[in-house]
């Protein structure tokens, strides 16, 4: 099964501001996290159950070079990326942004 990727509106909020931060401090860092991200998404689209859960029906990857936490949900054969979470935020935020999507 071939599975697909998906950015909830909310994620890709998030990627923006996580992409306008970074571009701000340095191009090339930009750059960097863009890869780095990519490559989490190539990570879960090959590997989707590796990943622990953070709750019944969402999992997390943690992010090694960055800080920041990928959530996502599988749905048959789509990827549903729900945040890109920095990990200085308040887990509330996070919680309730679970009880809205």
């Given amino acids: 099964m071939v599975l697909t990727l998906k950015l909830h509106p909310l994620a890709e909020n998030d ?31 090959n590997s989707p159950n590796l990943y622990q859960y953070e709750t019944k029906t969402s999992q997390k990857v943690v992010m090694k070079k960055f800080p920041y936490i990928i959530i996502y949900e599988q749905y048959e054969d789509i990827i549903m990326i729900l945040a890109i979470f920095h990990t200085k935020q308040n887990p509330k935020k996070l919680t309730q942004r679970h009880n809205k999507t």
């Fill in 15 to 45: 990627l923006r501001i996580a992409l306008n931060y970074y571009f701000d401090l340095s191009p090339k860092l930009e750059k960097r996290f863009l890869s780095y991200i990519d490559k989490q998404f190539n990570n879960i689209l």
